[in-house]
């Protein structure tokens, strides 16, 4: 089955404590990217990835770090996570730019 | 940057009425135009997309949206609403002179009454 998957689904963490959240697709997507949803605000892109090696920041990066040294994971991390990163993130893939995006189920990040 | 307005936070609406969610977009050269759906406890689906060509696009469950380049918008519609339609909206533009970012609307969510 094509999909999007996000681990862990669910976070609560503490100020400070490192974190990844993992991000993987089976569909040989070159277009991979991570969004923030926060009510009222929408969602916000944080980082992309046009393909493996190039990452380039979106809208909101401060805080965040990405990598993708495989086609298929692109992770997202949190060196230092602080309460205004509490969150709920979307990861998504597509083909390309213009091709339909398809998003992950989101992970719930608590940080206290 | 782009940015990406969508006028109406909320839309209650009567079970078989039509509706319309607005979307409008900060001029650009050439844009490309998303309409994406997030049922409860979801993540995001594609309803539809303009790329180019014609300026009515048909999505999935019956909605469409219509690119105008005047007025910068991408209005979705439906002409009868169902209840599985409750749920959250949001319009994105992604355009050559914004490199390859996406920019989503706030989201605007639509509540079918019976």
């Known amino acids: 089955e094509a999909q999007v998957t996000q681990n862990p689904r669910y976070l609560i963490t503490v100020t400070g404590k490192k974190l990844t959240v993992t991000c993987s697709q089976n569909?040989?997507?070159?277009?991979m990217s991570w969004y923030r949803q926060d009510p009222g605000l929408g969602l916000r892109q944080i980082y992309y990835?046009?393909?493996?090696?190039?990452?380039d920041k979106g809208d909101v990066p401060e805080g965040y770090k990405v990598s993708r040294k495989e086609k298929r994971n692109f992770p997202l991390i949190l060196e230092s996570p602080s309460p205004n990163q509490t969150s709920l993130y979307f990861c998504?893939?597509?083909?390309?730019?213009?091709?339909?995006?398809?998003f992950g189920p989101g992970t719930r990040l608590t940080v206290l | 940057a782009q940015s990406v307005t969508q006028l109406d936070s909320q839309v209650p609406v009567f079970e078989e009425a039509p509706v319309e969610l607005r979307c409008n977009y900060s001029s650009s050269v050439s844009v490309y135009l998303f309409w994406y759906v997030q049922y409860p406890n979801q993540g995001l689906q594609l309803l539809l997309k303009?790329?180019?060509?014609?300026?009515l696009v048909k999505g999935i469950n019956g909605f469409e949206a219509e690119f105008n380049k005047s007025q910068t918008s991408f209005h979705l519609r439906k002409p009868s609403v169902h209840i599985s339609d409750t749920a959250e909206y949001f319009c994105?533009?992604?355009?050559?002179?914004?490199?390859?970012?996406?920019?989503f609307g706030t989201g605007t969510s639509l509540t079918v009454i019976p």
């Open positions: 994105a533009v992604s355009s050559l002179n914004t490199g390859n970012q996406f920019y």
């Open positions: 998504a893939s597509s083909l390309a730019r213009t091709d339909t995006q398809y």
């Open positions: 990835s046009m393909n493996v090696e190039v990452t």
């Open positions: 569909m040989n997507h070159e277009y």
């Open positions: 303009y790329l180019s060509g014609s300026t």
